[in-house]
């Protein structure tokens, strides 16, 4: 089995984030047909093309979407890609996918997790519980989380001790102070990247500067 693996993906919004996070997660769907994954976005479009992975299926939430029996969902289908339909509260999704969150917790060890805008569930000031545990717990029952955002300053700082972390350029100072406290030589490597680059530290504390490999999927972000 793999090893389960927190991982922090941030950067400004254009620098290819989603696009690499995506990446990471079809090399890893690709490894084996029988890698289940839920992919949560908050954006209809995004990651919609990672459905064409096999076995994999979109659901998209609309404004209209009765309540759904998430668990029977998971369980029905290893490969999961759930969007965020137009005019949907973020309320409404903040809720469905905490809920989902919660089930993986509970019932799927070896479950893999990619959580768009995650600001939204792990902010500063107010991580939701099941990420909390997933986070802090997940790793032991074999679950790994993606996270993603561009808003490193409003995020939770028990993720972020927690995950390996790919992090695009930045420009202003506020976020060099951020970073520059936890990744040896960051400003030198901030001023090498190139588009679509990041820099990555492990969790072992070992940086190097990555960007994504050729996509198989589409990607709409
Ligand atoms: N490595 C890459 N090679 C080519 N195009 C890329 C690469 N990374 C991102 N892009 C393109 O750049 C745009 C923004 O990428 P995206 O990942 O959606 O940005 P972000 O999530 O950081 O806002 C998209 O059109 C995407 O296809
Ligand atoms: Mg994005």
Not at 22 to 46: C, G, H, R, T
Not at 121 to 139: C, M, N, S
Not at 168 to 186: S, W
Request: hydrophobic content about 35%.
């Amino acid at each position: 089995m793999r090893e389960p693996r927190i991982s922090l993906t941030a950067g400004r919004t254009g620098t290819g984030k989603s696009h690499y996070a995506a990446w990471e997660l079809e090399e890893y769907a690709q490894q084996s047909v029988k890698n289940p994954f839920i992919v949560l976005d908050m954006k209809p479009l995004n990651h919609i093309g990672l459905a064409a992975l096999p076995r994999a299926k979109a659901i998209i939430i609309k404004k209209n979407t009765q309540r759904l029996n998430w668990k029977r969902i998971i369980q029905e289908n290893p490969r999961l890609v759930v969007v965020k339909g137009k005019g949907v509260e973020l309320e409404t999704i903040i809720s469905i996918y905490t809920q989902i969150m919660q089930i993986c917790y509970d019932n799927y060890a070896g479950q893999h997790v990619l959580i768009e805008e995650a600001h939204n569930f792990a902010g500063l000031h107010d991580t939701i519980e099941p990420v909390k545990q997933l986070v802090l717990e997940g790793r032991g029952a074999g679950i790994s989380v993606q996270f993603v955002t561009p808003h490193i300053q409003d995020f939770s700082k028990t993720v972020y001790r927690e995950a390996e972390l790919i992090i695009g350029k930045t420009l202003t100072q506020q976020d060099i102070e951020y970073f520059k406290g936890t990744i040896p030589n960051y400003e030198n490597l901030n001023t090498q990247l190139k588009k679509y680059e990041f820099i990555k530290r492990t969790q072992e504390g070992e940086t190097s500067i990555v960007r994504a490999g050729k996509r198989t999927t589409k990607h709409y972000g």
